[in-house]
């Protein structure tokens, strides 16, 4: 076969989660509705940490980059998941699907990273308490944070490189709403073994890896929390990691759920794939706004100056 006769192969069909007009229309208010609590969220959760000086901690430096990544997380599928349940030609370029993958790869790795040098950060500060601040100096936690930025593009860069160079058959579908690795690997005609072993290579890495990193930082502190005699002590101990242990387990269980099920297109499949690249994004700032105290007094402290500037 040649395989020269599939490569002007210019774009895909996205077919979506629905072909009821109806439903469409529904999904549309739907999803628009969590994609502006999501960017609403998001920038206040930054504003907030931004504008208070209180909240100028490692851990809040963190939950500052990983509110910019579901913000650039959710940006990447949901416009376009919008703008096909309007359209007729639900379709997307090879180069805008190639461009999506990227910048999923990008988003996902760097969020796993980031929740991994958080759970690093809760393990200092509950088991290291007095040690916290010459362990996470500020060298440090900026390292940590440009190194999760830094894994993350290189592990996207990698896939996409060995991605542009696959050849597409004439099937041009994709059973889903956004473009996803698998997917482009189902429709290649082309040796694929390559983009096989860097996916599963990146798997491991932010996959097992970061939950790894994140199970034994757990550990440890669940250890230290039990070893505390007084109610009180366990009680305080554990509210200062609650909320990124609640974020943790909805981002790395619904991930696995994702990526444990085969590329079938089935509505589980397409039910957890809404919940990890649209729903975690919009949750993680309710998370933190509304289990972690210090957030709500900042939020309240920033209103209260943004009235009196507007009164002034």
């Excluded at 649209?278 to 949750?283: G, T, Y």
Aim: glycine letters at 4%; one cysteine or more.
């Amino acid at each position: 076969m040649d395989l020269r006769n599939h490569s002007t192969v210019t774009e895909f069909i996205l077919l979506g989660l629905s072909t009821n007009p109806h439903i469409q229309a529904l999904l549309f208010v739907l999803f628009l509705g969590i994609y502006i609590l999501t960017m609403m969220g998001n920038f206040m959760i930054m504003l907030v940490i931004k504008a208070d000086s209180h909240l100028h901690t490692p851990m809040y430096f963190f939950l500052n980059h990983l509110s910019f990544v579901d913000i650039c997380f959710s940006s990447v599928t949901v416009p376009k998941m919008l703008e096909n349940l309007l359209s007729r030609r639900k379709t997307i370029s090879v180069e805008g699907c190639l461009a999506q993958v990227f910048f999923v790869f990008a988003a996902a790795g760097t969020g796993a990273c980031l929740l991994s040098v958080m759970a690093y950060d809760r393990y200092a500060a509950i088991c290291h308490p007095l040690l916290y601040g010459q362990i996470m100096s500020k060298q440090l936690y900026m390292k940590l944070v440009w190194g999760s930025w830094g894994l993350g593009f290189l592990d996207a860069l990698i896939n996409i490189s060995l991605a542009v160079n696959m050849i597409f058959c004439e099937t041009k579908i994709i059973p889903h709403y956004s473009c996803e690795m698998l997917s482009l690997l189902s429709l290649s005609c082309s040796d694929i073994s390559r983009n096989l072993i860097a996916l599963l290579c990146s798997t491991l890495l932010h996959g097992l890896g970061t939950f790894l990193l994140v199970f034994l930082s757990y550990a440890h502190i669940i250890a230290t929390i039990l070893s505390i005699r007084s109610t009180s002590g366990r009680s305080k101990a554990f509210s200062t990691c609650s909320s990124h242990l609640t974020a943790v387990t909805l981002y790395f269980g619904s991930g696995l759920l994702r990526h444990l099920m085969p590329n079938s297109s089935s509505p589980l499949e397409l039910i957890f794939s809404v919940q990890y690249t649209v729903v975690i994004p919009m949750l993680n700032p309710l998370i933190y706004s509304l289990k972690k105290k210090e957030v709500k007094v900042a939020l309240k402290r920033t209103l209260e100056k943004y009235l009196q500037h507007i009164r002034c």
